[in-house]
Each structure stands twice: as C-alpha cells, then as structure tokens.
C-alpha cells in the first residue's frame, strides 16, 4: 500500500499536470480541417496523371484559361472517353519549358536608359507647363 507521502507526492504531480494541462492551447476543428483541405489540395504533387483543377492549381492558372488552352490544343491533354481531360505532368513541365525567357544585360540596360528618358521627358514637359 502506498505510503501518505507517496500519496501527497501523487496529488501534488496530478495537480500540476492539471495546471499544464490547462495551460495547453487547443487547436480549433476549423484550424485543422482547413490544413487537411491544403494537403489534400496539393497531393497532385506525387500524381503523374492530373485532372483539370489539379492542373491549374499547379499552373496557378484559372480554370477558365486552362480550358481554352485545351480547346485551342494549345497545351497536351488527353481526353480518353471524349469528355473528361487529364494531363501527365512531366508533359506538362516540358510545355512549360518550351518558351524559355531570358534577360540580356543589353536588354536589361537599354530598358532602363528608355525609363530613364522617359523620366527625363515627363520632368521637361512639366518644367514647360509652369
């Protein structure tokens, strides 16, 4: 049998366990379902094949434009049945890689010295106007 002391030692750690306890934020159902949402919302990273709204969340394009490039032929899809569209994403970081864009330093300058004579232009005409 336990001792009184034992006994005292016990009440007084359930006691402070209590306190803790207490001191614990609890996270809102909501708070976590809207997490659950986001990882299911972005299991399409681990999918070969994506389906139309995987295929703008991964874009980051709307569904609106996502179809035109469809209807347009613009960018590969597979349409197996006639109706639904799917996308095999490797496929599709190839489209995306098609039309590589790169900034020359000669671009780069030429386009601020047109800024900066822009600049200059709108400063003279209003210099003219007072």
Request: proline share 3%; hydrophobic share 30%.
């Amino acid at each position: 049998m336990a001792s009184k002391k034992e006994i005292e030692r016990l009440e007084k750690r359930i006691e402070l366990l209590e306190m803790e306890i207490k001191q614990l934020k609890t996270v809102e159902p909501k708070a976590i379902n809207e997490r659950f949402k986001l990882i299911e919302e972005t299991l399409y990273s681990t999918k070969d094949i994506l389906n139309m709204k995987e295929v703008g969340q991964y874009l980051d394009i709307s569904q609106s434009l996502l179809y035109k490039l469809t209807c347009n032929g613009e960018i590969p899809h597979f349409k197996p049945r006639g109706k639904m569209i799917f996308f095999e994403k490797k496929v599709l970081v190839e489209w995306i890689k098609q039309n590589p864009s790169y900034v020359s330093k000669e671009t780069s300058d030429s386009h601020s010295i047109e800024l900066n004579t822009a600049d200059n232009n709108e400063e003279d005409l209003k210099e003219e106007q007072h």
